[in-house]
């Protein structure tokens, strides 16, 4: 079962940074935070993940509360090609991804 | 070709047919999966190959049959499929499917619609 709640959908302006929110209030402390992104009908496709740092790399930002109950995704500047299905996913090592239903992000020009 | 692939891209069959999906991946990768994706569905996991050796299976009806020849390759034999078995079937691959997470970041193909007639 999903071990995180996500809002099923969200819009955002053309060019403006899109905050990605995540509840996931159960986590223990070897589960690390991962986010997936499904454009329609293809595979989803790896962005970023975290322990407890804050992370980045070339497609996003990923923020994880200091308590680790709830993290953001940050698309700094999203683009009409970002909109897609965005999952984010409380991994335990050694056991399977459960990606849930995601939220529904659309970028509007 | 680098990445995952997937063939056929789209398939239409009929119940009583039987078909293969196939799946490559080319990353050296040592675990490879089988995803279902039904209509405004989660992603539903259907089987894990770590090293050729299958290490899950969800309780998948037996009319899906996967074989795993080696690391880089991954089928999945169909037959007397349902129409509800109608979806996006999706195969991924990962360094290491027992690993640390720093080792099992999934890397997925374009996957493979199938309509069962």
């Known amino acids: 079962d999903a071990k995180t709640t996500q809002p099923p959908s969200m819009d955002c302006a053309e060019g403006r940074a899109a905050n990605l929110p995540c509840n996931h209030s159960?986590?223990?402390?070897?589960?690390?935070v991962y986010w997936y992104r499904q454009i329609h009908s293809q595979g989803p496709q790896y962005i970023i993940h975290?322990?407890?740092n804050n992370e980045t790399n070339e497609m996003a930002s990923l923020i994880i509360t200091e308590d680790r109950k709830s993290s953001t995704l940050i698309l700094p500047h999203a683009t009409l090609r970002d909109t897609a299905v965005y999952y984010c996913?409380?991994?335990?090592?050694?056991?399977?991804?459960?990606f849930g239903t995601g939220t529904s992000l659309t970028v509007i020009p | 070709e680098t990445g995952v692939t997937q063939t056929p891209r789209h398939l239409v069959m009929g119940m009583t047919n039987k078909k293969s999906l196939k799946c490559e991946q080319h990353?050296?990768?040592?675990?490879m999966y089988w995803y279902k994706q039904s209509a405004k569905k989660p992603l539903e996991l259907m089987f894990v190959?770590?090293?050729?050796?299958?290490?899950e299976n969800n309780s998948v009806p037996s009319r899906f049959s996967p074989e795993c020849p080696n690391s880089s390759h991954l089928f999945l034999h169909l037959h007397t499929l349902q129409p509800e078995d109608s979806a996006l079937y999706l195969c991924?691959?990962?360094?290491?499917?027992?690993?640390?997470?720093?080792?099992?970041?999934?890397?997925f193909g374009p996957g493979t619609r199938l309509t069962v007639l």
């Open positions: 991924a691959s990962s360094q290491d499917s027992l690993a640390g997470a720093a080792l099992n970041e999934q890397f």
């Open positions: 159960t986590i223990s402390g070897n589960e690390y």
């Open positions: 975290g322990l407890k």
């Open positions: 996913i409380v991994y335990d090592p050694g056991n399977q991804f459960y």
């Open positions: 990353l050296g990768h040592n675990a």
């Open positions: 190959y770590s090293l050729e050796e299958r290490v």
